[in-house]
């Protein structure tokens, strides 16, 4: 090997090294802020929502195993009140101050509905959760037809049947 490549190899595995220095001192100094008030950087925003997104497109694969009927869009909603509402509001309460402590801050779907996001993504958001965001799993905490029930719901909470829409209107 040339005495010019040992240098640049060295050169480039020296300087990789004081990077990896570098980020272990600020992480291990809390150089990083790490309290929800302050605001996220510029770098944290960017990183989580673009592996949220990679996941996404290579994880969310599952099928509905629930029809989305009235009996399974009325159990939807009953699960949403029970395990849900409380960040991510009702038509009487759309932010409910639960919900604003979170960093980001959850997605009001009374508001704003995620009706265009498919089922797949919807329901792996519900099982697997998502980190940083206070989005917990709800795997052991739903059975597989309850994260299916709510997906449903949350996939058709545009065009309810009129039952379910006046459960909806109701809930608190």
Same mark, same amino acid.
């Given at each position: ?8 190899? &060295? ?6 090294? &004081? ?7 600020? &992480? *291990?100094?809390? #150089?990083?802020?790490?309290?929800? /008030? *302050? ?11 673009? /592996? ?12 509905? !195993? ?23 509001? *009702? ?32 329901? #792996? ?7 940083? !965001?206070?989005?917990? *799993? ?9 994260? #299916?029930?709510? !997906? ?10 009129? !039952?379910?829409?006046?459960? #909806?209107?109701?809930?608190?």
């Amino acid at each position: 090997m040339s005495k010019l490549l040992i240098v640049l190899i &060295i050169g480039v595995v020296g300087t990789l090294l &004081i990077i990896a220095l570098g980020v272990y001192i600020t &992480i *291990t100094n809390g #150089w990083i802020p790490a309290a929800m /008030d *302050t605001p996220p950087l510029p770098m944290e925003k960017w990183a989580a929502g673009h /592996d949220l997104s990679a996941v996404l497109n290579r994880e969310a694969k599952d099928q509905s !195993t629930v029809a989305a009927d009235e009996p399974t869009l009325l159990a939807g909603e009953k699960v949403y009140a029970s395990n849900c509402s409380g960040c991510h509001g *009702t038509p009487s309460s759309p932010t409910p101050s639960f919900g604003a402590g979170f960093g980001p801050l959850p997605t009001p779907f009374a508001k704003h509905p995620v009706t265009d996001d498919g089922e797949a993504e919807t329901y #792996w958001k519900i099982k697997h959760g998502i980190k940083f !965001t206070g989005m917990p *799993t709800f795997k052991d905490m739903l059975s597989e037809k309850e994260m #299916w029930q709510v !997906t449903q719901f949350l996939k058709h909470m545009d065009k309810l049947p009129p !039952t379910v829409q006046k459960l #909806w209107d109701a809930a608190k």
